[in-house]
């Protein structure tokens, strides 16, 4: 039992440049997240899903696009990198379907944009 | 917006002593949460207490809840080197689906 999984774990980009976010649990979970983390900050919603087939914005959505695969799997998508996207993202999830439930997070993706 | 903000920012204490951190919140909530960070790690889920609830315990911690100050507190007793992590509340607010997570309070525990 891996809990949540995120892949990659670190990852320098251009501006620009695209990439996608992989992030699967094997809890059963129906609801799962996205975060981002700055220094010094707590952690901020990018996106949700609260159910498989449902996305839902969070604080943050602005240059983001998510993709909730399967029950198991939920991306997330930067089309265009910014220097202001530099953070690290959590994923985690939930087993009911709403957000203020206890959630399990992933290890986290550090991301640099350049 | 942050929703609960802990205090103090920053902690250092004597292994065996006990640690106690704080988090006042703005608006009515549903819950609150305690999650551990771990140094480059993810976030580890602590304890939740409900808004109905003053009290919880679990192992060497416990934690109140006082609604009508919009506040609550985290006390870790004898700690350990092992307890050196930030620590963040997480709040859910009544009528949002959303957590709102404060900027955390980074413990020290010196062996």
């Known amino acids: 039992n891996a809990g949540v999984t995120q892949t990659p774990k670190f990852q320098v980009l251009k501006t620009g440049q695209s990439m996608t976010l992989q992030c699967a649990q094997d809890?059963?979970?129906?609801?799962m997240y996205w975060y981002r983390q700055d220094p010094g900050m707590g952690l901020r919603l990018i996106y949700y899903s609260a159910s498989e087939g449902t996305t839902d914005k969070g604080e943050v959505p602005n240059g983001y696009n998510v993709s909730r695969l399967n029950k198991r799997e939920f991306s997330l998508r930067l089309e265009s990198a910014a220097p202001s996207q530099t953070s690290v993202y959590f994923c985690?999830?939930?087993?009911?379907?709403?957000?203020?439930?206890?959630?399990?997070f992933g290890p986290g993706t550090r991301l640099l944009v350049l | 917006s942050q929703q609960g903000e802990e205090d103090p920012q920053a902690l250092s204490i004597q292994e065996g002593e006990n640690a106690t951190m704080n988090c006042s919140y703005k608006?009515?909530?549903?819950?609150l949460q305690w999650y551990r960070q771990n140094s480059g790690r993810g976030l580890v889920h602590l304890i939740l207490?409900?808004?109905?609830?003053r009290e919880k315990h679990s192992g060497r911690l416990r934690v109140t809840l006082d609604t009508s100050k919009k506040s609550s507190s985290l006390l870790i007793t004898a700690s350990r080197a092992a307890d050196t992590a930030s620590y963040f509340c997480?709040?859910?607010?009544?009528?949002?689906?959303?957590?709102?997570f404060g900027k955390g309070t980074k413990l020290s525990v010196i062996p």
């Open positions: 608006t009515s909530i549903n819950n």
């Open positions: 809890m059963n979970h129906n609801s």
């Open positions: 997480a709040t859910a607010r009544a009528g949002s689906y959303q957590l709102t």
């Open positions: 985690a999830s939930s087993s009911g379907t709403q957000v203020r439930e206890t959630q399990y």
């Open positions: 207490i409900r808004s109905n609830e």
